[in-house]
């Protein structure tokens, strides 16, 4: 977003404001959005390599309006009206174009995909595509022609549209005569969130974690294990399954494998190339892994084996066992993480431990040069820091 609100003594709280019910934008808040929204926006994927972008930056969030390359389409002048904060469409009451809708942002962003794809197809460049969608994260807005037609609930109507709008994008692509020729790589970025009726969906006997344990936020395999489906014809046998352990994190070095680039030591740290896989090779690429829950918590898998050095799931599923503050489970027998071996297991546990530790302290896990730590790491088991424990200790002292 724009980097700044003006300078004069309380225009940021004025752009900052969050009315709560139906609220009025004043003629202060209108002048300071209008110089805000004029501004280019610093930062963005124009400034980290892409040529172009069109999206929005939240689309749950203010402000409610897309973004061409660096530059909001249309000034935000009215607060999103109080309905369509209900119902998991949007989370904040901020600045918004006037009628400003959830509903059309999907859609759009496959007609813009399509005509991307239509536009550099006719070139003789390559062209690479990154196309974040909407769905099925919140906002859950989905359009009349797809409400009801799941026959479940709206996140699943949600879900068939954005099937669709997947669909319209591959059609673009077979009719650019470029189909042939391009890898396409569909995944998610988590599991369901339990909150868009995950629920009412398990009443019904549809499972949106399948076998899994856990939801969105959870450290456990239902909040990270995700569909990811490759097409690349010439390459990728079709129908084919790979079983192998990946992430999406192997996506940079697979990208620069396939294009004969050498990433530097500082770059794609945790990324290991997916292109033997895609070959029809399977043997691993990758011996570990490690995910997060929402709050933190980290889950290593080495191998078949997931060490969760924490009790519970780390996110909002709350039917852990606050008694086991470690967890080990074999997912090869195990998928859905039933049966906790880590008092079993000891040896295996500390021995996955270690093996944490030292990712953390090489600040990779592909090979290469070590690397600094971005952020301070918060170790697990939980335990006070050093100068936490100086000055718990210096606050007990008369």
């Known amino acids: 977003m724009p980097q700044q609100a003006g300078g004069k003594p309380g225009r940021l709280a004025l752009f900052k404001e969050k009315p709560q019910g139906q609220a009025n934008a004043s003629d202060e808040q209108r002048a300071v959005w209008r110089e805000v929204f004029s ?12 040529d172009s972008y069109f999206g929005t930056d939240v689309p749950n969030w203010p402000p409610f309006c897309f973004i061409d390359n660096d530059r909001t389409v249309g000034i935000p002048s009215e607060f999103l009206p109080q309905r369509l904060l209900q119902n998991n469409q949007a989370s904040n009451q901020g600045p918004a174009l006037r009628d400003w809708t959830l509903e059309p942002i999907l859609p759009a962003l496959g007609d813009r995909a399509a005509q991307f794809i239509e536009r550099e197809a006719k070139t003789s460049e390559p062209f690479l595509l990154y196309m974040p969608l909407t769905s099925p994260h919140t906002p859950l807005a989905v359009n009349d022609a797809w409400k009801g037609q799941s026959g479940l609930n709206l996140y699943a109507d949600f879900v068939m549209e954005t099937d669709a709008v997947v669909g319209r994008v591959l059609d673009a692509l077979q009719a650019s005569g470029a189909a042939d020729n391009t890898l396409v790589v569909f995944t998610s970025d988590n599991g369901c969130a339990p909150y868009v009726g995950a629920g009412e969906l398990e009443q019904q006997g549809h499972y949106p974690s399948g076998p899994l ?40 070095a697979t990208f620069a494998d396939i294009l004969g680039a050498k990433l530097p030591d500082t770059v794609g740290e945790d990324s290991f190339s997916l292109l033997p896989l895609f070959q029809g090779r399977d043997k691993p690429v990758r011996d570990h892994a490690v995910n997060c829950s929402m709050s933190g918590v980290p889950g290593l898998r080495q191998g078949p084996w997931k060490l969760i050095l924490a009790p519970g799931s780390g996110g909002w599923t709350k039917d852990g066992d606050a008694t086991q503050p470690v967890q080990l489970y074999n997912l090869a027998d195990d998928l859905g993480e039933t049966k906790n071996l880590a008092a079993d297991q000891p040896e295996r546990v500390a021995e996955m431990k270690s093996l944490l530790d030292r990712l953390i302290a090489d600040g990779r896990s592909a090979p290469g040069a070590p690397q600094k730590n971005d952020v301070e790491v918060r170790r697990y088991p939980q335990t006070a820091s050093p100068a936490k424990k100086a000055a718990k200790a210096a606050a007990k002292k008369p």
Do not use: N
Request: one cysteine or more; glycine letters at 16%.
């Open 39 to 50: 501004q280019s926006i610093a930062g963005g994927p124009t400034t980290r390599g892409f």
């Open 213 to 252: 344990r856990g939801y969105k936020s959870d450290v456990w395999e239902g909040g990270h294990r995700v569909p990811f489906i490759v097409r690349w014809p010439g390459v990728v046998q079709p129908a084919s399954v790979c079983g192998q352990l990946v992430q999406q994190a192997d996506l940079m």
